[in-house]
């Protein structure tokens, strides 16, 4: 599946999720990022939210898209690589988190104390381990699919 466009909002859509997820935490004012001309934006959170949101719903939309076409397309002649699942499976685990921390700040949710910590944490976790994967599948040249061999 050789998409630019879906490949640019992928690599888009992915770099705006780290570069405001870690903005919702304080770290671009406490190390002076934000002091920088044009940069004042990653220290207000609320822009920082809200573009983590927009990334986030752009990202789940290629997901499923990308899924789609998969499955109704490739299915016969492509399978998803070793990488890919694991990839894959770590995206799914971030939305699942990601879902339930956005339920966590609607009006009348009521999450335990120890059930935030957990999200947040396995979320952070879980964006980190993706980074990671997301690397060795560079360094590897791993692609998500790979041709089928039929035996």
Request: aromatic share 14%; proline share 3%.
């Amino acid at each position: 599946m050789k998409a630019p466009l879906v490949r640019t909002l992928y690599v888009v859509s992915t770099l705006v999720l780290v570069v405001t997820g870690f903005g919702q935490m304080p770290i671009y004012k406490r190390y002076y990022v934000s002091s920088i001309p044009g940069l004042h934006w990653l220290a207000d959170f609320y822009v920082t939210h809200w573009l983590h949101y927009l990334s986030a719903a752009v990202l789940m939309g290629l997901v499923i898209y990308t899924l789609a076409i998969f499955f109704f397309a490739y299915r016969r002649t492509k399978k998803i690589s070793i990488s890919g699942f694991i990839r894959g499976f770590i995206i799914l685990c971030l939305i699942v988190t990601g879902i339930l921390l956005v339920i966590n700040n609607l009006p009348g949710a009521i999450f335990s104390q120890g059930a935030i910590i957990f999200l947040d944490i396995a979320h952070m976790a879980l964006a980190m381990l993706f980074l990671f994967a997301g690397l060795v599948a560079i360094i590897r040249k791993s692609p998500w699919i790979v041709e089928r061999v039929n035996r």
